[in-house]
């Protein structure tokens, strides 16, 4: 009886322990499809306004031209980063390196592990991506605190502002 006992005891906790185990994964899976949702939102929105931009005969690289602003540093080269990357070259501003962790190459373009290697010294480093975009901020103006950190929404602001 005490063998019975035992065994449906230990059947109850492994019942418990299984529900916690797959509503906390069940957590997890929500908060990653929120986040994944909050970043293709914004980053419609990062690009509508991009466009809305360029349709005005504008482009980021006007900006840093009227600026005198001629060394970049691109933090992060998703199709976002490699886009910006595109243009500011097109618009002869020098794009002295990329930041990234996954992409070792993109054309002859330097990419930094910034775990490894020291940022560069440049006007501004445009952060690209949209996850925790404010922590990537905060972090390059702690590693690097004399080069001024921007994100791409911010910069397109700035661009369109500066139209006005």
């Known amino acids: ?14 019942i418990i322990i299984s529900t916690i185990f797959l509503f ?3 957590i997890t899976r929500k908060q990653n499809e929120e ?3 909050f970043s293709l939102r914004y980053n419609i929105s990062i690009l509508t306004s991009w466009c809305i931009l360029s349709s005005d005969g504008n482009r980021i690289g006007d900006y840093f031209e009227k ?7 691109i933090y992060g080269m998703g199709y ?8 500011l070259i097109n618009r002869n501003i020098n794009v002295i390196a ?3 962790r996954n992409i070792v190459q993109y054309k002859k373009l330097k990419i930094i592990k910034i775990e490894e290697e020291k940022i560069p010294e440049c006007d501004y480093i445009i952060v690209t991506p949209v996850v925790e975009m404010e922590k990537i901020k905060e972090d390059l103006d702690r590693i690097a605190p004399n080069i ?3 994100t791409i929404k911010e ?10």
């Not at 009886?1 to 492994?14: D, E, Q, S, T």
């Not at 910069?155 to 006005?164: G, K, N, P, Q, T």
């Open 155 to 164: 910069l397109i602001d700035l661009a369109r502002l500066d139209e006005i």
């Open 80 to 87: 976002m980063g490699q886009w910006l990357c595109e243009e």
């Open 148 to 150: 001024k950190a921007i």
């Open 35 to 37: 986040k994944l949702v």
């Open 1 to 14: 009886m005490m063998y019975f006992i035992l065994f449906a005891l230990g059947i109850i906790v492994g």
């Open 24 to 26: 906390k994964k069940s």
């Open 98 to 100: 990329a930041i990234d």
């Open 67 to 73: 600026n005198k602003i001629s060394n970049i540093v």
